[in-house]
């Protein structure tokens, strides 16, 4: 099991000649704020701060409560650090990720796997996947395995499809189906389902290079205001032994990591006891949550829905049956976990919040905190449910540009419903906004611009009546992070005697004009009073190079 971290005591600082604010709410900002043992001790003017063993110029600069991304892979991210990029900024068509796809392919030895990740046709000229016909066409002497950036749908070549042993005659799987052409030959494409068999079935990246990536990932992270992280599915990438088998590594190299981290295991509560797991709090390394898939995504249109996407004649899908679902979900919150479900489609959210409820009246729980994951297509009546359960809507307000093309053409008008934020917000639900990185953006500061914006700046804004303040976003971000991790009695302010948990910013979001949000740069994040990104000094920092040595030396 995950082992609670060795924590080491940071000295006292005073951080001074900036702008301190307590909270998103705190509109009087103090000027210094001083640390010491991994607490807030005192914040108000320099003149009367206490004497402290370390002084820090802000120079000006605005200080924050760090932030939480209550849903993100980073697992993901690391994985695809060691792939080849074929996002859209990487290649503009699909003959331009073939191209980069090539040019990997001359550089190992024939029959080694070409993985790549990244891919999002949206952004390609085509606006499709390539075929499989195409990449046979350019890679004929290696497997090619593409992943699309939502890590949902795969597409692979002739090759790949032969050492998977998957021919035409192969069935399609529940929860999921390969793609074939007109006359019924697989295409090369596989959604939900199908794509994670081959997921799981493809040879594996180098253990070694896989933790350095996700220590690295993880690092760069705190680069970007992040004081802790929710891994949204641990198992969702290459299967759960697997991931947690790498991120036990990573905790046994013992070194404490520079962000408080939190897990969904993606089990059944019989595979978690099987492995011994039970809910667990904690505060630096905790494990208590379980995740589950209700449906799919709208880019697949495989959302479950309750009206035709307008561009397809189809209402999605359940990833499994909805009875077996619920019963899962009623065993899960009977064990003690809370419980988090994607849910994308507004058949597939009204399914779960029945199973919260069902859940709640078979064995009454206080505070579980259960999870609805995206609440992208809101079902009716939903939020009033979900604050009569006390149930959290996590939900990534950086799709709203990001799936721009994907979300318009899926709901035409209805897309004004979508990803919904004020109505969350004014139904006294609790509304924690995250990334989903990398099918989101892994910058917390585009998804605080996007729950303002509504991606104004990418288009016509995406339901515009469901704009949030800058000050309800960064709450999210900070306290309602840290709700998602029942963790906000300790941490999420900088009131006196909570987390050290703060980042320093280079303008005050509360005042700046909105539309210039996502340009926001992290200058020092701190964590447990320890500075672990500093870009004033321009240094690494010392326990950063403890951390990655640890690795190394493991």
Same mark, same amino acid.
């Given at each position: 099991?995950?082992?609670?971290?060795?924590?080491?005591?940071?000295?006292?600082?005073?951080?001074?000649?900036?702008?301190?604010?307590?909270?998103?709410?705190?509109?009087?900002?103090?000027?210094?704020?001083?640390?010491?043992?991994?607490?807030?001790?005192?914040?108000?003017?320099?003149?009367?701060?206490?004497?402290?063993?370390?002084?820090?110029?802000?120079?000006?600069?605005?200080?924050?409560?760090?932030?939480?991304?209550?849903?993100?892979?980073?697992?993901?991210?690391?994985?695809?650090?060691?792939?080849?990029?074929?996002?859209?900024?990487?290649?503009?068509?699909?003959?331009?990720?073939?191209?980069?796809?090539?040019?990997?392919?001359?550089?190992?030895?024939?029959? *080694?796997?070409?993985?790549?990740?990244? @891919? &999002?046709?949206?952004?390609? !000229? $085509?606006? /499709? +996947?390539?075929?499989?016909?195409?990449?046979?066409?350019?890679?004929?002497?290696?497997?090619?395995?593409?992943?699309?950036?939502?890590?949902?749908?795969?597409?692979?070549?002739?090759?790949?499809?032969?050492?998977?042993?998957?021919?035409?005659?192969?069935?399609?799987?529940?929860?999921?189906?390969?793609?074939?052409?007109?006359?019924?030959?697989?295409?090369?494409?596989?959604?939900?389902?199908?794509?994670?068999?081959?997921?799981?079935?493809?040879?594996?990246?180098?253990?070694?290079?896989?933790?350095?990536?996700?220590?690295?990932?993880?690092?760069?992270?705190?680069?970007?205001?992040?004081?802790?992280?929710?891994?949204?599915?641990?198992?969702?990438?290459?299967?759960?032994?697997?991931?947690?088998?790498?991120?036990?590594?990573?905790?046994?190299?013992?070194?404490?990591?520079?962000? *408080?981290?939190?897990?969904?295991?993606? @089990? &059944?509560?019989?595979?978690? !006891? $099987?492995? /011994? +797991?039970?809910?667990?709090?904690?505060?630096?390394?905790?494990?208590?949550?379980?995740?589950?898939?209700?449906?799919?995504?709208?880019?697949?249109?495989?959302?479950?829905?309750?009206?035709?996407?307008?561009?397809?004649?189809?209402?999605?899908?359940?990833?499994?049956?909805?009875?077996?679902?619920?019963?899962?979900?009623?065993?899960?919150?009977?064990?003690?976990?809370?419980?988090?479900?994607?849910?994308?489609?507004?058949?597939?959210?009204?399914?779960?919040?029945?199973?919260?409820?069902?859940?709640?009246?078979?064995?009454?729980?206080?505070?579980?905190?259960?999870?609805?994951?995206?609440?992208?297509?809101?079902?009716?009546?939903?939020?009033?449910?979900?604050?009569?359960?006390?149930?959290?809507?996590?939900?990534?307000?950086?799709?709203?540009?990001?799936?721009?093309?994907?979300?318009?053409?899926?709901?035409?008008?209805?897309? &004004?419903?979508?990803?919904?934020?004020?109505?969350?917000?004014?139904?006294?639900?609790?509304?924690?906004?995250?990334?989903?990185?990398?099918?989101?953006?892994?910058?917390?500061?585009?998804?605080?611009?996007?729950?303002?914006?509504?991606?104004?700046?990418?288009?016509?804004?995406?339901?515009?009546?469901?704009?949030?303040?800058?000050?309800?976003?960064?709450?999210?971000?900070?306290?309602?992070?840290?709700?998602?991790?029942?963790?906000?009695?300790?941490?999420?302010?900088?009131?006196?005697?909570?987390?050290?948990?703060?980042?320093?910013?280079?303008?005050?979001?509360?005042?700046?004009?909105?539309?210039?949000?996502?340009?926001?740069?992290?200058?020092?994040?701190?964590?447990?009073?320890?500075?672990?990104?500093?870009?004033?000094?321009?240094?690494?920092?010392?326990?950063?190079?403890?951390?990655?040595?640890?690795?190394?030396?493991?």
């Amino acid at each position: 099991m995950f082992k609670s971290p060795m924590i080491h005591a940071a000295p006292s600082i005073l951080l001074t000649n900036g702008r301190v604010y307590r909270s998103a709410w705190d509109e009087v900002p103090a000027d210094s704020i001083v640390v010491n043992d991994g607490k807030v001790i005192w914040t108000g003017a320099a003149d009367a701060a206490p004497a402290t063993g370390e002084t820090i110029d802000l120079n000006g600069a605005t200080v924050i409560p760090g932030l939480t991304d209550a849903h993100i892979h980073l697992f993901a991210i690391a994985h695809a650090r060691l792939q080849v990029p074929v996002t859209p900024r990487d290649a503009a068509s699909i003959t331009g990720v073939l191209d980069l796809l090539a040019a990997r392919a001359k550089e190992i030895a024939a029959g *080694r796997w070409v993985y790549a990740a990244g @891919l &999002d046709e949206n952004g390609l !000229a $085509e606006h /499709r +996947l390539p075929t499989r016909a195409e990449i046979d066409a350019v890679i004929p002497d290696h497997p090619v395995m593409i992943r699309r950036f939502c890590g949902h749908i795969g597409v692979v070549n002739s090759a790949a499809l032969e050492l998977l042993n998957i021919d035409d005659g192969t069935a399609d799987p529940e929860g999921g189906h390969f793609g074939r052409d007109s006359n019924g030959r697989l295409d090369g494409s596989a959604v939900e389902s199908a794509a994670e068999l081959m997921f799981r079935s493809v040879p594996p990246l180098d253990t070694l290079e896989l933790i350095d990536a996700l220590r690295s990932t993880i690092i760069d992270s705190t680069k970007l205001g992040l004081v802790a992280a929710v891994e949204a599915a641990v198992g969702f990438t290459v299967g759960f032994d697997e991931e947690f088998a790498v991120w036990n590594s990573i905790r046994a190299q013992g070194a404490t990591q520079p962000m *408080r981290l939190g897990f969904m295991n993606q @089990l &059944d509560p019989s595979e978690a !006891a $099987e492995r /011994r +797991l039970k809910p667990a709090l904690d505060a630096d390394w905790q494990s208590m949550t379980l995740k589950y898939f209700a449906d799919g995504i709208v880019g697949g249109r495989t959302s479950a829905v309750s009206e035709d996407f307008v561009d397809t004649p189809s209402r999605g899908m359940f990833m499994r049956d909805e009875a077996e679902l619920q019963r899962v979900i009623g065993e899960a919150h009977a064990d003690g976990w809370q419980v988090a479900v994607h849910c994308t489609g507004d058949r597939a959210i009204d399914c779960i919040i029945e199973a919260y409820e069902k859940a709640q009246a078979t064995h009454p729980r206080a505070d579980a905190r259960h999870r609805v994951e995206h609440y992208f297509v809101p079902p009716a009546g939903g939020l009033a449910r979900m604050k009569a359960l006390g149930a959290l809507v996590v939900t990534q307000p950086s799709f709203l540009t990001r799936m721009r093309r994907s979300i318009t053409g899926a709901f035409g008008p209805r897309a &004004d419903i979508c990803y919904p934020g004020r109505t969350v917000i004014d139904a006294g639900v609790t509304y924690i906004a995250s990334s989903d990185a990398p099918t989101g953006s892994w910058s917390p500061w585009d998804g605080i611009g996007d729950a303002v914006g509504r991606a104004s700046d990418s288009g016509a804004p995406i339901g515009a009546d469901e704009t949030v303040t800058v000050r309800e976003a960064i709450h999210s971000y900070t306290v309602g992070g840290a709700i998602a991790m029942k963790q906000e009695s300790w941490r999420g302010t900088l009131e006196n005697g909570m987390a050290a948990d703060l980042v320093v910013l280079d303008r005050d979001p509360f005042t700046t004009d909105a539309a210039l949000l996502k340009s926001t740069q992290v200058l020092l994040t701190m964590v447990r009073g320890a500075v672990v990104h500093d870009a004033l000094k321009q240094d690494a920092m010392p326990h950063q190079d403890e951390w990655r040595s640890a690795a190394h030396s493991a």
